[in-house]
């Protein structure tokens, strides 16, 4: 890998591959390339176009992240053979894609639609919940002109 001197943790190339940082090569014995993989890796802007109107921003509760600043997730992993489909994806804030393995969080899909159940010390009930659209959550700051 450019720039890498040592080995990858497993840890580290989960991390890689869940942020779409990696594209898997298969060489021949001569350097010449056999396979480049599966073509559907990583979500297109119109993919992340419907997913930032179905999901407002980041679907952690209470996060405010706006579709601009954040990651779509596969929620099946693309390394479990999860498909890169609005189905199988929703929109995570840095912060939370970067966690969200360790972090409690659990996520699902029920009818093209995020579920989401907190952790223990977030949510005592481990109730499943719709993912709400967070931007609606967040009161707008008035207009300049309004103040």
Request: include cysteine; aromatic fraction near 8%; charge should be neutral.
């Amino acid at each position: 890998m450019d720039g890498i001197d040592g080995p990858l943790s497993p840890g580290q190339v989960d991390e890689l591959i869940c942020a779409g940082g990696y594209q898997p090569v298969l060489f021949g014995h001569t350097g010449t390339i056999l396979h480049l993989g599966r073509s559907n890796r990583f979500f297109t802007a119109t993919q992340r176009r419907a997913l930032a109107a179905r999901d407002g921003g980041c679907v952690i509760p209470g996060c405010t992240v706006p579709p601009h600043f954040t990651q779509a997730h596969h929620v099946t992993p693309w390394s479990q053979g999860g498909l890169t489909d609005i189905d199988n994806a929703v929109l995570l804030c840095n912060a939370a894609h970067s966690s969200i393995e360790t972090s409690g969080w659990d996520i699902q899909m029920r009818g093209g639609r995020p579920w989401i159940r907190g952790p223990l010390a977030f949510d005592p009930t481990q109730i499943w919940r719709p993912a709400g659209q967070n931007r609606a959550a967040t009161p707008a700051e008035k207009p300049t002109w309004e103040k």
